[in-house]
């Protein structure tokens, strides 16, 4: 997430944190660095690789390679692929105006402007299509499925109300509009399968989950009723079975999508079975939005943070084969929790990680094993010292520094407002320039059989380079050094 560009009243050092598609890696940009962690392990983060480079707002690697695409605060018109192992760029693009996100997976890569969306063909870089004058969308709202064989875009259809418009990358054709939500959209996120988008209003209070491509609402949640929120973040579990949403609340919302079993006949026993059936047979009566209220689902878990008002992202991962919540937040932490799930409780912090790389604040929660969380007492009233059901102490050796004394140390407030430096240095500078040769194919074959090899889950081939690159149709996906060969250059 880009967080120079909604910072607002709480500009910090970081300016990016974001998950890469299988959240198997953790992406962080600051003013003066950016640094790419796994999350292979809850105990540490473990760093994969750190640059001192100039002032990153976006950072995006594809899944478990070595690709990395960046955006400066500097130059944020331009786009740079990197090779980040061999410390070298691949390619570079410049654009008419700013950057505000960009999106890959294995078959496209999707660069977002306010009033533009770029369709990149990722294995030689080539722009495929250009979607124009789209409604203004200045935080540079968009999602990419990672699935080969639903490969959709999705982004705003308008800045008026929450208008979703679902985009085919492969066929390059608009496929549906899904009229989402009443007020503009917040969020959206698409789930591993590509079949399913999730979306949320700057309302705030509805999440909804629409089936793709035909756009028919399949659940519809309540976050809240007391209190509007800004939504900063929605995420599918692996398997598609749970959904989570992080807001500027400190509670993050674990909403199970599955459909309400048929209990009639039991809810028809007794006088309450007979009230239940009452009330749900009179919501028919009643205007639409109140009887909305009686099918809205609620949260299945929630989680805690220390404070609210930040920016986060959220994820949910299997680490150490156990389901885990996470959350990154502005205050230069990520949040680790534990979610069970067959217990709707409140999630279990289990470990707080700093961004910044250093160990010495970690505060831990122990587990042993990993998923029977033991708590601790402790005189402040955050949510990781007042994890519930506390049954043993937490060894001496381990650092207990609150959050509060935490984030003071890792926070540096500035001045100047990022969002307001990144439009300053935008607007119109003429259309994306020609491009000209970079790599060679003897170049890109030297990459490819490199010896570092980081495999993950092998999917379909992705989309082929141009006629003049020989022979790089052929190659797959499957290893950390096999990222898609880009032989352009844009100064």
């Not at 063909?121 to 064989?149: E, F, Q």
């Not at 289990?350 to 604040?361: F, I, N, Y």
């Amino acid at each position: 997430m880009n967080l120079a560009i909604r910072s607002g009243d709480h500009p910090s050092d970081l300016l990016f944190v974001n998950f890469n598609q299988d959240c198997t890696s953790l992406a962080v940009g600051s003013k003066s660095w950016y640094r790419l962690y796994s999350l292979n392990t809850v105990d540490k983060l473990e760093p994969i690789y750190e640059s001192e480079s100039e002032d990153v707002c976006i950072v995006e690697r594809l899944f478990s390679s070595s690709l990395v695409a960046i955006v400066s605060i500097s130059s944020p018109r331009k786009l740079k692929v990197c090779h980040f192992k061999k410390g070298t760029e691949i390619c570079n693009y410049s654009y008419s105006n700013s950057i505000l996100a960009v999106k890959l997976n294995r078959q496209r890569l999707i660069v977002c402007l306010e009033e533009s969306l770029y369709i990149h063909n990722i294995r030689d870089m080539k722009v495929l299509h250009t979607i124009r004058d789209t409604p203004p969308n200045p935080t540079g709202l968009c999602a990419l499925s990672i699935n080969n064989d639903n490969c959709f875009l999705a982004y705003p259809g308008s800045n008026q109300i929450g208008e979703v418009q679902i985009f085919d990358t492969i066929n390059l054709r608009a496929v549906t509009m899904i009229p989402a939500h009443d007020n503009p959209l917040a969020a959206i996120a698409f789930n591993a399968q590509g079949n399913r988008v999730a979306t949320a209003s700057e309302k705030g209070t509805v999440i909804r989950v629409f089936s793709v491509p035909d756009g028919q609402k399949l659940f519809e949640f309540r976050r809240g009723v007391k209190r509007c929120a800004t939504i900063y973040s929605l995420a599918f579990s692996v398997d598609s079975m749970f959904l989570a949403a992080s807001s500027s609340t400190e509670t993050v919302h674990v909403f199970k999508l599955e459909t309400p079993k048929d209990n009639k006949t039991e809810e028809a026993q007794g006088w309450m079975g007979y009230f239940g059936q009452a009330l749900k047979t009179s919501a028919n009566y009643l205007p639409t939005q109140v009887t909305e209220l009686f099918h809205q689902g609620r949260a299945f878990a929630t989680a805690r943070l220390p404070s609210s008002g930040l920016i986060n992202v959220c994820a949910l991962s299997v680490i150490q084969k156990i389901p885990r919540l996470l959350v990154a937040s502005q205050d230069g932490y990520l949040y680790i929790f534990n979610l069970d799930p067959t217990d709707s409780n409140e999630c279990v912090l289990v470990r707080q990680h700093r961004l910044d790389g250093l160990t010495g604040d970690s505060h831990v929660t122990e587990v042993t094993p990993y998923d029977k969380p033991l708590t601790h007492q402790q005189s402040t009233t955050s949510y990781a010292s007042t994890v519930k059901k506390p049954e043993a102490t937490v060894g001496a050796g381990t650092n207990m520094a609150p959050p509060g004394k935490q984030r003071e140390d890792s926070v540096n407030l500035i001045g100047t407002s990022y969002a307001e430096m990144l439009r300053r240095k935008g607007g119109p500078q003429g259309a994306m320039l020609d491009c000209e040769p970079r790599a060679t194919v003897e170049q890109i074959d030297e990459i490819l059989s490199g010896p570092d090899s980081e495999p993950y889950q092998e999917m379909d081939q992705g989309a082929t380079g141009g006629e003049d690159l020989k022979g790089l149709g052929q190659l797959r996906l499957d290893d950390d050094n096999e990222f898609p060969p880009m032989t352009h250059k844009n100064d």
